[in-house]
């Protein structure tokens, strides 16, 4: 296990965390617009921000340590409320831009202030200049002249987090495009396309939804960039671009549920993947507010659950385990007993602490390692 110094998985402790506080309403009946919709940390972590249906940020600020009990993390209270987007109609296109916000990224801080960009496009990815705020230039436009024509969506896109003129983006289709602004300001042509070849016997109805890629991110080193599809967490090489160099299954037990999973539209939904601050191991969401991580070493792998009733102060997360086929252990949860409802779409890792940030509904969990 890597050690825990520097976001790495808590030494000698196999995935040990505990409960550290919860941001959000109890209400049973939630609405729409509250629906947590985007996490993400700053660069030093002590910002964290939350994006939601409705269009709101939240920005969360972490508190001085307590010099009662030095070794304490410090809470994160709210900071500042804001409306990002609001509700439009594009009149000559005859189209609603609904105002849930998709993405929240924190710029590099250059001075005493904050900055960070909100986004919610799925067709084009449009550059910014922070001192040009009338207009934006446009860098992939995949829109086809007929939208009767359209085969495909961006899903994500993301900078290299050291060669500021490389960007990768990924498509519905379950692609991954690299593309270098050296070459040419319009990214109409990638540098490098990466695809996992699939196996014809493998092949169902279903194939092309489940390989639609739902999140990349680079690694800190920039060596390495994570996918998430819907069963699954890819880790590509930057330098091999036929196939991952590693898969994660998430809950490879619901592949037999695809059908019940395609009539209620959950089979669409969108899971997010972060690494955590020394690359070592990767997290991601799942159903019945479940969240899996992933040791790239040791190939240890938990499944935790944000849950308001684990939620007493320091309280310890108990692994759970899915019971897919068979006799059901005590300890397991039938597959067939999942709450399809409860989802953990959207997770963040501390860039340096190992402080995770699990969005559940209009719920916010912050778990920290045991260790500490």
Same mark, same amino acid.
């Given at each position: 296990?890597?050690?825990?110094?520097?976001?790495?998985?808590?030494?000698?402790?196999?995935?040990?965390?505990?409960?550290?506080?919860?941001?959000?309403?109890?209400?049973?009946?939630?609405?729409?617009?509250?629906?947590?919709?985007?996490?993400?940390?700053?660069?030093?972590?002590?910002?964290?921000?939350?994006?939601?249906?409705?269009?709101?940020?939240?920005?969360?600020?972490?508190?001085?340590?307590?010099?009662?009990?030095?070794?304490?993390?410090?809470?994160?209270?709210?900071?500042?409320?804001?409306?990002?987007?609001?509700?439009?109609?594009?009149?000559?296109?005859?189209?609603?831009?609904?105002?849930?916000?998709?993405?929240?990224?924190?710029?590099?801080?250059?001075?005493?202030?904050?900055?960070?960009?909100?986004?919610?496009?799925?067709?084009?990815?449009?550059?910014?200049?922070?001192?040009?705020?009338?207009?934006?230039?446009?860098?992939?436009?995949?829109?086809?002249?007929?939208?009767?024509?359209?085969?495909?969506?961006?899903?994500?896109?993301?900078?290299?987090?050291?060669?500021?003129?490389?960007?990768?983006?990924? =498509? *519905? +289709?379950?692609?991954?495009? !690299?593309?270098?602004?050296?070459?040419? $300001?319009?990214?109409? @042509?990638?540098?490098?396309?990466?695809?996992?070849?699939?196996?014809?016997?493998?092949?169902?109805?279903?194939?092309?939804?489940?390989?639609?890629?739902?999140?990349?991110?680079?690694?800190?080193?920039?060596?390495?960039?994570?996918?998430?599809?819907?069963?699954?967490?890819?880790?590509?090489?930057?330098?091999?671009?036929?196939?991952?160099?590693?898969?994660?299954?998430?809950?490879?037990?619901?592949?037999?549920?695809?059908?019940?999973?395609?009539?209620?539209?959950?089979?669409?939904?969108?899971?997010?993947?972060?690494?955590?601050?020394?690359?070592?191991?990767?997290?991601?969401?799942?159903?019945?507010?479940?969240?899996?991580?992933?040791?790239?070493?040791?190939?240890?792998?938990?499944?935790?659950?944000?849950?308001?009733? =684990? *939620? +007493?102060?320091?309280?310890? !997360?108990?692994?759970?385990?899915?019971? $897919?086929?068979?006799? @059901?252990?005590?300890?397991?949860?039938?597959?067939?007993?999942?709450?399809?409802?409860?989802?953990?779409?959207?997770?963040?890792?501390?860039?340096?602490?190992?402080?995770?940030?699990?969005?559940?509904?209009?719920?916010?969990?912050?778990?920290?390692?045991?260790?500490?």
């Amino acid at each position: 296990m890597a050690g825990a110094g520097g976001g790495g998985c808590p030494a000698g402790n196999d995935f040990q965390w505990c409960f550290s506080q919860v941001k959000g309403a109890v209400d049973e009946d939630v609405a729409e617009a509250d629906i947590i919709s985007t996490v993400e940390f700053n660069y030093s972590g002590d910002l964290l921000a939350t994006g939601d249906k409705g269009g709101r940020v939240v920005i969360f600020q972490r508190e001085q340590e307590n010099k009662i009990r030095p070794h304490s993390r410090g809470e994160y209270n709210v900071y500042s409320t804001f409306q990002s987007h609001e509700p439009e109609f594009d009149y000559l296109k005859s189209l609603e831009i609904e105002e849930k916000i998709n993405k929240i990224r924190w710029l590099p801080q250059q001075n005493a202030a904050h900055f960070l960009l909100s986004t919610n496009d799925d067709l084009r990815i449009n550059l910014w200049h922070l001192e040009i705020t009338d207009r934006s230039f446009n860098i992939v436009d995949i829109k086809p002249a007929n939208m009767e024509e359209l085969t495909e969506v961006i899903t994500a896109a993301e900078f290299h987090p050291h060669q500021c003129n490389v960007l990768v983006y990924s =498509s *519905s +289709k379950g692609t991954i495009r !690299l593309c270098d602004m050296r070459s040419s $300001a319009l990214c109409d @042509r990638h540098s490098k396309f990466f695809e996992e070849p699939e196996d014809p016997s493998s092949r169902s109805f279903f194939s092309e939804i489940i390989s639609s890629i739902s999140d990349v991110k680079f690694s800190h080193s920039g060596r390495y960039m994570m996918t998430r599809d819907y069963l699954s967490v890819k880790v590509w090489d930057l330098n091999m671009e036929s196939r991952p160099v590693e898969t994660h299954q998430v809950h490879e037990y619901l592949r037999s549920k695809l059908c019940s999973l395609y009539e209620n539209d959950c089979i669409f939904d969108k899971f997010e993947c972060c690494w955590n601050g020394s690359d070592s191991a990767v997290m991601t969401g799942s159903y019945n507010n479940f969240f899996r991580m992933f040791d790239r070493s040791t190939r240890r792998d938990v499944t935790l659950e944000a849950s308001r009733e =684990s *939620s +007493k102060p320091r309280a310890s !997360l108990k692994p759970r385990k899915v019971c $897919a086929g068979g006799k @059901r252990k005590k300890d397991e949860i039938s597959v067939d007993s999942l709450d399809f409802n409860k989802k953990i779409l959207h997770t963040a890792w501390h860039p340096v602490d190992n402080v995770i940030a699990v969005a559940a509904t209009n719920n916010l969990y912050i778990f920290q390692d045991k260790a500490n």
